[in-house]
């Protein structure tokens, strides 16, 4: 008789297993975690306690509490998706939990690969096995995708492979719509993302579609990007490359305007939002950044951990992109709570000194303010948080980098719904405002600038 325990083993199973990774699908039906003893834990969240994953490892965002909860019956599946949530970070939480790589996979012959795997499954397991193909040229597999449907692929090169979410609006209609790309935080996938952010209801008032990537626990146990590794912060190589790759490829099955692709993220996702805009600049024409942190600033567990808790080195204090070795002309929105406990508000400014607005070291501060360079605008929320928003223009007057400090936020997306998790309603609307400076621009714009 087959359990729920292996219902749950078998469906985590077979999506590795199509994405090509034999050895952690394996692992899994045995009840093996990858460098762990069999009979132990499957690795899926739901079978783990909190306890037990906090003392694993490392994470760079959030706790790793779960609850579970209904969803309101009448939320639309496609707008609004991720019928259970997890719970939100409480208040000065210390960064708990995993992070890490699962070994590569190979599709070879296992010995004893069935060992301990019910009969039930093993013709299905034998299949799935066989029909694998090796990813040595880059492959994209997804659902039948039809407008105003949130439709699941997966996307493969050289570098790895990673499945997403794709949201089409309900006018598209194969026009040439711009492209926006979200990256959940940690222990977010993208329907809970998509939920929270409500960037899809958001994309049928303003249409263009919506890609939201999804990290899988064989790459990072909570789910995070892995923005603080060296192998990880790179052109065509690691998760800049599989990303870089997959959004192209979207663009070209789906006709979209290859000049107004923007990257959006919250936490561990801002900060590998970041790290695109730094990699692929010709790909990326805005960015957001909520609540992260500047690329290349960590390639060690305690640098990472010492940059989410305010920085050191040369960016500490808001230094300039310059002495870090790391600039982008990509114009770049961000957002921050200044009571974020979880990353440290001095980020913000760190972010923002990489972005080529604040890049003029010729030009003093108060020759900026006077000619008319940087705009600061005090704004408050009905019923809301409080905001400062400092804007840097370019010379004809647009908005190349705006920074809006959030008084009383924490760690959490703006303005986002309570049916996704680390959100604060209480506003300003990140995601309003981010479409709002994306569409601003567009690449052919910034290349003639």
């Avoid at 297993?17 to 969240?45: C, D, F, N, W, Y």
């Avoid at 039930?120 to 039809?146: C, F, G, N």
């Avoid at 192998?231 to 979209?256: C, F, K, N, S, Y």
């Avoid at 049916?419 to 569409?439: C, I, N, Q, V, Y």
Wanted: with cysteine.
């Amino acid at each position: 008789m087959i359990d729920a325990t292996m219902t749950r083993r078998m469906e985590e199973a077979t999506r590795l297993t199509r994405a090509g990774k034999l050895h952690e699908a394996m692992a899994i039906l045995q009840g093996v975690v990858p460098g762990g003893q069999p009979g132990g834990k499957s690795g899926t969240r739901d079978e783990a306690t909190p306890d037990e994953s906090c003392r694993a490892g490392h994470t760079f965002e959030g706790t790793c509490q779960v609850r579970e909860e209904e969803a309101p019956a009448s939320r639309s599946a496609s707008a609004e998706t991720g019928s259970h949530r997890r719970a939100e970070p409480s208040a000065g939480a210390a960064p708990s939990s995993v992070y890490g790589h699962a070994r590569q996979a190979t599709t070879g012959t296992f010995p004893g690969s069935d060992v301990g795997v019910p009969s039930a499954w093993r013709d299905k397991w034998r299949q799935l096995r066989e029909t694998v193909a090796r990813p040595e040229q880059a492959r994209h597999t997804s659902e039948t995708a039809a407008p105003g449907t949130f439709t699941a692929g997966s996307f493969t090169n050289h570098a790895g492979t990673r499945e997403y979410k794709l949201y089409l609006p309900s006018g598209y209609h194969g026009q040439a719509l711009p492209l926006v790309v979200m990256l959940h935080g940690c222990t977010q996938d993208p329907d809970d993302f998509a939920a929270g952010t409500t960037m899809n209801r958001l994309a049928e008032e303003q249409p263009c579609c919506v890609l939201y990537p999804a990290q899988p626990m064989t790459a990072n146990s909570s789910k995070c990007w892995n923005w603080f590794k060296a192998e990880d912060q790179q052109r065509e190589g690691g998760e800049p490359a599989i990303l870089a790759g997959m959004t192209r490829q979207v663009i070209d099955t789906h006709g979209l305007d290859a000049s107004r692709v923007y990257v959006a993220g919250l936490s561990a996702g801002a900060a590998m939002a970041t790290t695109l805009a730094m990699t692929y600049p010709e790909l990326f024409a805005a960015v957001g950044v909520h609540s992260g942190l500047p690329h290349g600033v960590a390639q060690t567990l305690p640098d990472a951990l010492a940059a989410m808790q305010g920085g050191t080195g040369s960016l500490a204090g808001g230094g300039t992109a310059r002495a870090s070795g790391w600039a982008s002309e990509v114009p770049a929105i961000i957002f921050h709570g200044d009571r974020d406990t979880t990353v440290h508000p001095s980020n913000a400014d760190r972010v923002a000194a990489q972005y080529a607005a604040t890049l003029r070291e010729d030009e003093t501060a108060s020759h900026r303010e006077s000619s008319g360079r940087v705009t600061v605008e005090q704004g408050q929320v009905a019923d809301g948080h409080a905001y400062t928003r400092t804007t840097h223009h370019d010379g004809k007057g647009e908005p190349r980098l705006e920074k809006w400090q959030v008084h009383g936020a924490g760690h959490a997306w703006l303005g986002g719904s309570t049916h996704g998790s680390h959100t604060d309603p209480r506003g300003p609307d990140a995601s309003k405002e981010m479409l709002r400076f994306f569409f601003c621009h567009r690449q052919d714009e910034r290349s003639m600038s």
